[in-house]
């Protein structure tokens, strides 16, 4: 589930569309104006792009918060960082309402005379997403003398004898390096301090991960602790469809929240054809692959035609991580679309959520486990009566759509 890609540079990214139709806003405040009187107004900077560029054209048709319809008859560039907008009400018996500063107008249509020439062309630009590869590493380590005590050896079923210790540690080690990645690819921030090790004189570098990232750009939301309703949940469903989400949406969810969400909806949940939602699933998330899907083992619930996949997020409530008192991931939940959209620069389809390592040609650092050591079975290239056993990787995350995910807290 998601993509796991190799990158042959430390920093990656695409780029996605910046929306294709705008709303613009009103800089000041604005009185008024008589019935059948123009209004005018002035565009606000975040209609306004590093050059001064807007969106509204003349003879684009204005639709205001009351209903009144009107036609941009007039755009005055004298100031060029401060456009002035005159609107004429397409009704003579309408009247434009009061505008406060910051207030949204929207572009409904537009209208022009027989015999007229065209506007001028309008470009959308894209939006460059970039993150960065992170390297993180583990160690165990034994004596010899650690590795021939009988304490550390066991025998199989099958009567095999098998250096326990080992075992243990390796388990050890690929848990602790399993929560790092974790670490990292869910809460991790890009640095941008200056942090240089003193040892190699290079700098400390991290990946930005999914909690960041939606806090960057994406949509908070917050509910009741133990109260969470229907109305919550509509009230993310809205969310996600004015930033065009589509049909199949992950919920991972701390173990509060969970709690919450099932208790909250359970009508919806015994409303919900779940071999239905399974196969419909299926076939976007796993290829149509009945094993994996079942592996994971998602709640399944339909609600304003959309299908919810809702998993438990353990390491939300891990004791000895974000599940520690005075930590809020047991009351948090990340929702996210499954889907996949293409890059407008290089044409490739990017998924919403998936990961990348680094590697060129036959290398790769998406996991790297190696042995160095005077001691034990195999080649012995140090003269201390020890092992180590290493592990590297050098990953990231990457996400695209942030504006239709929803990070949500009780």
């Not at 998936?354 to 060129?360: D, K, S």
Request: net charge negative.
């Amino acid at each position: 589930m998601g993509f796991e890609k190799p990158v042959a540079n430390d920093t990656y990214g695409h780029y996605e569309e910046n929306h294709i139709h705008e709303v613009i806003h009103s800089k000041e405040i604005v009185t008024q104006p008589a019935i059948g009187a123009n209004i005018q107004f002035t565009l606000d900077a975040v209609d306004l792009d590093a050059n001064n560029n807007f969106y509204v054209r003349r003879w684009d048709v204005l639709q205001f918060n009351n209903e009144v319809m009107g036609s941009v008859i007039l755009i005055n560039v004298t100031v060029p960082a401060a456009p002035v907008v005159t609107v004429s009400p397409s009704e003579v018996t309408d009247q434009f309402p009061g505008l406060v500063a910051g207030e949204e107008i929207i572009i409904a249509t537009s209208a022009f005379s027989e015999g007229s020439g065209q506007p001028e062309g309008a470009v959308s630009g894209t939006w460059e997403y970039s993150n960065t590869a992170q390297i993180i590493k583990e160690t165990i380590g034994y004596t010899g003398t650690e590795m021939v005590n009988q304490l550390w050896f066991d025998v199989t079923s099958k009567g095999q004898s098998i250096p326990a210790y080992y075992f243990k540690g390796q388990i050890d080690i690929d848990y602790r390096m399993a929560l790092k990645i974790d670490g990292a690819l869910l809460w991790g921030k890009e640095t941008t301090n200056v942090i240089i090790d003193p040892d190699t004189g290079r700098p400390i570098k991290t990946t930005e991960g999914l909690i960041p990232y939606i806090r960057r750009v994406g949509n908070e939301q917050t509910c009741g602790a133990g109260v969470f309703d229907v109305d919550e949940f509509d009230a993310m469903d809205n969310t996600l469809d004015r930033e065009f989400a589509g049909n199949y949406i992950l919920g991972l969810l701390g173990i509060a929240l969970h709690q919450d969400i099932e208790n909250g909806l359970v009508a919806y949940f015994a409303n919900t054809n779940i071999t239905y939602a399974k196969q419909a699933t299926n076939g976007v998330l796993f290829n149509s692959n009945e094993a994996l899907s079942a592996s994971v083992n998602f709640t399944y619930l339909t609600k304003s035609e959309r299908t919810f996949l809702m998993k438990r997020m353990g390491v939300f409530n891990n004791r000895k991580l974000y599940g520690a008192d005075g930590y809020n991931a047991p009351r948090m939940g990340v929702w996210m679309p499954i889907n996949r959209r293409k890059d407008p620069v290089s044409g490739n389809m990017v998924d919403s959520v998936g990961t990348r390592y680094r590697a060129l040609g036959k290398y790769s650092r998406r996991m790297e486990v190696w042995q160095v050591g005077g001691a034990g079975e195999g080649l012995k290239v140090t003269e201390f009566d020890k092992r180590n056993t290493y592990q590297r990787c050098h990953v990231g995350a990457h996400f695209r759509g942030g504006n239709q995910f929803v990070l949500m807290e009780t």
